[in-house]
């Protein structure tokens, strides 16, 4: 069983849909990351968290330390948000990774 | 701004052969890793480096072996291709060890051996 379980796998959604996508963990982490891959690969950094909530412009993260468990909100979807988004723990002085949740949003 | 760079976006090889994968960056950053991607699976660590001439295993380092010569530069070997090794492969960098603070990634090189 993976450490890390994102869902859904793939998700797709109307524009200007509100868009929730789900990570869950096993064990005791120090951070955790969400990341945004861009169809041609290129990787981008959206959140580091350890706590609480952050949020930047469209986007919104939380994490539930107790429950082990993060999510990743997009609000006011947009085509240009279609994406996989990756979820990624740090654990003591190891980083895992989920496999992604596919977003498609349509026009 | 590109920060991160790996040095081919598409590569084809055929089986044996010997090949080379370049990643640069430019933030001055101690720390670079190489990863793979595999579809189901995530992002699986390979080898990864906090300083010049120094090299960590990662999760999945058989048939790979990197070189860090100058700071700026971490390369992946992979001394004999196998289709087994066509895969994504991922360069990022980062000012502290994994995860502590924001991971920079290149755009990825998609590797076939045929």
């Known amino acids: 069983k993976n450490e890390v379980e994102q869902s859904p796998q793939n998700l797709t959604a109307q524009e200007g849909e509100f868009i929730t996508i789900n990570c869950s963990y096993s064990?005791?982490?120090?951070?955790l990351h969400w990341l945004q891959q861009h169809p041609g690969g290129g990787i981008v950094s959206l959140f580091m968290l350890s706590s609480g909530k952050k949020k930047h412009g469209r986007l919104i993260a939380t994490i539930n330390i107790q429950e082990k468990h993060s999510s990743l909100h997009i609000t006011a979807s947009h085509p240009r948000d279609s994406a996989v988004y990756i979820c990624a723990v740090r654990i003591n002085n190891d980083m895992r990774f989920g496999a992604g949740t596919r977003l498609t949003v349509k026009p | 701004d590109v920060k991160v760079t790996q040095s081919s976006r598409y590569l084809v090889k055929r089986t044996g052969e010997k090949v080379f994968l370049e990643c640069v960056q430019d933030m001055d950053h101690e720390n670079m890793f190489w990863y793979r991607q595999d579809p189901g699976l995530g992002l699986r660590l390979i080898y990864f480096s906090y300083d010049v001439k120094m090299k960590e295993k990662g999760d999945i380092p058989e048939g790979y072996s990197v070189s860090r010569e100058k700071k700026e530069r971490f390369s992946l070997i992979l001394e004999s291709a196998s289709t087994n090794q066509t895969s994504m492969y991922l360069c990022?960098?980062?000012?502290?060890?994994?995860?502590?603070?924001?991971?920079?990634f290149g755009q990825g090189t998609r590797l076939t051996v045929v």
């Open positions: 990022a960098s980062s000012f502290e060890g994994l995860g502590n603070t924001e991971a920079f």
């Open positions: 064990v005791g982490i120090s951070a």
